[in-house]
């Protein structure tokens, strides 16, 4: 069974930066690619980013193109988000995912 715990959301200005963080637990984390999704308030849950196993192949939402970095650490079981030059419309609650797993998410807002 397969677990995923976020972490690094909170609150910050429009043109900041924030790190989100995915732990991975119960099997082989390489064995996994990941990706990153979020649901603004009202309405559906979107794609934000994906790495490969090997993280040599990474994929974005034209959204967040330029302004997000995805990336992971195979040997600490963890896949980041670092979000740089936030907007408001970038609030939501952020996912971790793998196959059919989520983790319960992570608030980012983006607030003056």
């Known amino acids: 069974q397969v677990q995923l715990v976020e972490s690094g959301g909170g609150l910050v200005q429009p043109g900041g930066s924030l790190t989100l963080s995915c732990a991975f637990s119960?099997?082989?984390?390489?064995?996994?690619?990941m990706g990153w999704f979020r649901q603004a308030p009202g309405k559906e849950r979107e794609f934000v980013s994906a790495i490969s196993r090997s993280a040599g192949n990474t994929k974005y939402a034209h959204s967040v193109q330029g302004r997000f970095t995805i990336s992971r650490e195979n040997i600490k079981n963890t896949v980041y988000l670092q979000m740089n030059s936030l907007k408001p419309e970038d609030t939501g609650v952020y996912y971790c995912?793998?196959?059919?797993?989520w983790g319960q998410g992570t608030q980012v807002t983006v607030s003056s």
């Open positions: 995912n793998t196959a059919s797993y």
């Open positions: 119960g099997r082989t984390f390489s064995s996994y690619a």
